[in-house]
């Protein structure tokens, strides 16, 4: 049986809302949620990704505090939201996300927490983490020991 890491202990994929069974149209489980970490946490587990790397990876990138942050070294077009989407990723990760909601299909939309969120756990569960790695891979892997 397929297993995902969770903090806290480790969840079975049946638990999971799996990656299989979405629909661009359903409402997301992780609606309700407010809180910036757990929220990230219900978009990990709901692609099948490593929550504990995905809040690791925001940590080091764009933070939980400001959604419209961008890169603080180079400016907005080298990292744009929690996830710091270039905007040439952020374009074909809106093109190829099957379960993006349509409100998340615009170029300003990498700015809305949720959007970007959803479209950064995605990213981590289908590519892994070759998007962040070479950038803050040495503080975002720190974080996971």
Same mark, same amino acid.
């Given at each position: ?11 079975? !994929? ?7 069974? %979405? ?9 309700? @949620?407010?809180?910036?970490?757990? %929220?990230?946490?219900?978009? !990990?587990?709901?692609? $099948? ?13 764009? #933070?939980?505090?400001?959604? #419209? @942050? ?5 400016g907005?077009a ?18 190829? +996300? ?6 998340? +299909?615009s170029?300003?939309s ?8 959803d !479209? $950064?756990?995605?990213?981590? !569960?289908?590519? #892994?983490?070759? +998007?962040?790695?070479?950038?803050? #891979? ?8």
């Amino acid at each position: 049986m397929a297993s995902l890491e969770a903090p806290g202990g480790t969840k079975h !994929a049946e638990d999971v809302f799996l990656y299989q069974t %979405l629909t661009p149209d359903a409402p997301s489980p992780c609606s309700w @949620i407010s809180d910036f970490r757990e %929220l990230i946490i219900c978009f !990990a587990q709901r692609y $099948g990704a490593n929550p504990q790397k995905a809040v690791a990876i925001v940590s080091c990138e764009g #933070g939980f505090s400001d959604p #419209g @942050i961008c890169n603080k070294t180079f400016g907005c077009a080298s990292g744009q939201g929690a996830f710091q989407f270039i905007p040439s990723t952020w374009a074909n990760v809106i093109l190829a +996300h099957p379960f993006l909601p349509n409100s998340c +299909h615009s170029a300003d939309s990498v700015f809305d927490f949720r959007c970007n969120v959803d !479209a $950064g756990t995605w990213l981590l !569960a289908v590519e #892994g983490d070759s +998007h962040w790695k070479p950038y803050s #891979g040495a503080c975002w892997l720190s974080r996971l020991k």
